[in-house]
């Protein structure tokens, strides 16, 4: 008897801190400030879309993390991102993500 299966990799990479190396509030928020010439109009970091803003930020990815993604990529293998930002920050994840040349499907 022989028994079939369907083997396949699922990788799942958080976004902030591990994929992206995204500013923190603290230093973000006072590069924010500088680079706009006004305060920073908000308590909260994370859930702002402020907090990914690529005319402020060069946020860059994580070398080894990106590195492994586009392999797994290139293997086709199938890659989730986790993040919990608010969902209404998808276009500036997105934005960064195609910038690490990633492009990304929901």
């Not at 924010?32 to 930020?57: A, C, M, Q």
């Amino acid at each position: 008897m022989e028994i079939k299966s369907n083997k396949h990799i699922y990788n799942f990479y958080d976004f902030d801190g591990c994929l992206s190396l995204s500013p923190l509030p603290d230093t973000g928020k006072q590069k924010w400030t500088e680079t706009k010439g006004i305060n920073y109009p908000h308590k909260g970091w994370w859930s702002k879309t402020e907090s990914l803003d690529l005319s402020v930020f060069d946020i860059q990815p994580h070398p080894e993390v990106h590195a492994d993604l586009l392999e797994s990529i290139k293997k086709g293998q199938t890659n989730w991102l986790l993040t919990s930002r608010l969902p209404r920050l998808k276009n500036e994840i997105f934005a960064i993500l195609k910038k690490f040349g990633i492009e990304s499907t929901e």
